[in-house]
C-alpha cells in the first residue's frame, strides 16, 4: 500500500525559501504522477505544482510559476518542492498526492483538481509572515 510522507514545512519570513519533501513507498513509484496541493485556512485546497513518473513534464499554477521548481528522485521514491520568494499568501497545509495510471500527456495538458489523485499525504504546514 502506497504511503506519502511530507516534510520540511516551517515558518518562514516574506522573500525566504522553504524546500518541501514527500517520500513515497511503493515499488512503482517512477509511474506515478506526483503533485502538490495547498490548503489555505478557510479556504478550498488548490493546485500548485504537478510532475510525471519520469519528470520530464511538469506544471505549475500561475500564482507559483517562477518561485517554485518540483523535482523528484525516483532512485529515492521521493518528489520535492522548492519554494523561493515566499508570500504570506502561500502560507497553507501542502500535500503532496500521487496519481497512480496518469494518462500520457495529463501532467502538463490536463487538469489537476485534486480528484485525479488516488493517495494524498498528511500534510506539511508553510507559514509565511510579513
Known amino acids: 500500500q502506497v504511503q506519502l510522507v511530507e516534510s520540511g514545512g516551517g515558518l518562514v519570513q516574506a522573500g525566504g525559501s522553504l524546500r518541501l519533501s514527500c517520500a513515497a513507498s511503493?515499488?512503482?513509484?517512477?509511474?506515478?504522477?506526483m503533485g502538490w496541493f495547498r490548503q489555505a485556512a478557510g479556504k478550498e485546497r488548490e493546485f500548485v505544482a504537478a510532475?510525471?513518473?519520469?519528470?520530464?513534464?511538469?506544471n505549475y499554477a500561475d500564482s507559483v510559476k517562477g518561485r517554485f521548481t518540483i523535482s523528484r528522485d525516483n532512485a529515492r521514491n521521493a518528489v520535492y518542492l522548492q519554494m523561493n520568494s515566499l508570500k504570506p499568501e502561500d502560507t497553507a497545509v501542502y500535500y503532496c498526492?500521487?496519481?497512480?495510471?496518469?494518462?500520457?500527456?495529463?501532467?502538463?495538458?490536463?487538469?489537476?483538481?485534486?480528484?485525479?489523485?488516488?493517495?494524498w499525504g498528511q500534510g506539511t504546514q508553510v507559514t509565511v509572515s510579513s
Open positions: 498526492a500521487a496519481r497512480f495510471h496518469p494518462p500520457p500527456g495529463s501532467v502538463g495538458g490536463g487538469q489537476h483538481t485534486g480528484a485525479e489523485y488516488d493517495k
Open positions: 511503493g515499488r512503482t513509484f517512477s509511474s506515478y504522477a
Open positions: 510532475i510525471s513518473g519520469t519528470g520530464d513534464s511538469t
